[in-house]
């Protein structure tokens, strides 16, 4: 008597295993994407903070040397820094482009003080809360 039915041995996936799989690896990707960007938003900002200290170090040094802080931060390029830092972009947070920029200023008279503005987009090192912070002799605020 001969089988009715006979029994196949085909191997693969069905198109419904193959959506599943799709779908997964869909999801993970997308999920592996939103972390990446937040970790480029934390090394933006942790290159800003340390672009501003690099900055406190050079007008420091430029005090000692002088007596008094420098006019400008294009003082500081030949002697003190190699480069004056730019802030990286784009900006983050609830900073804006025009806040995405160091800006240093000097007490035009006596040159005794100076501040440097600088926008963090998140909580970075020690430094809250995010937003436009200065920097002065007396350190960040």
């Not at 040094?61 to 931060?73: G, I, R, V, W």
């Not at 002697?79 to 900073?95: E, M, W």
């Amino acid at each position: 008597m001969k089988k009715l039915f006979r029994k196949t041995n085909q191997k693969g996936f069905t198109l419904i295993e193959l959506l599943v799989v799709i779908a997964i690896i869909g999801l993970l990707a997308s999920v592996v994407l939103l972390a990446l960007n937040s970790a480029r938003q934390k090394s933006r900002d942790a290159k800003r903070l340390a672009d501003v200290r690099q900055i406190a170090s050079a007008v420091e040094l430029y005090f000692n040397d002088k007596s008094s802080y420098p006019p400008a931060l294009a003082s500081l390029a030949t002697d003190y820094l190699g480069q004056i830092p730019v802030a990286p972009g784009p900006q983050d947070g609830t900073c804006t482009s025009t806040q995405n920029t160091y800006t240093y200023s000097a007490a035009a008279a006596d040159a005794s003080t100076y501040a440097l503005t600088f926008c963090l987009g998140a909580v970075t090192g020690g430094v809250s809360p995010a937003g436009v912070h200065t920097l002065t002799q007396g350190g960040i605020q």
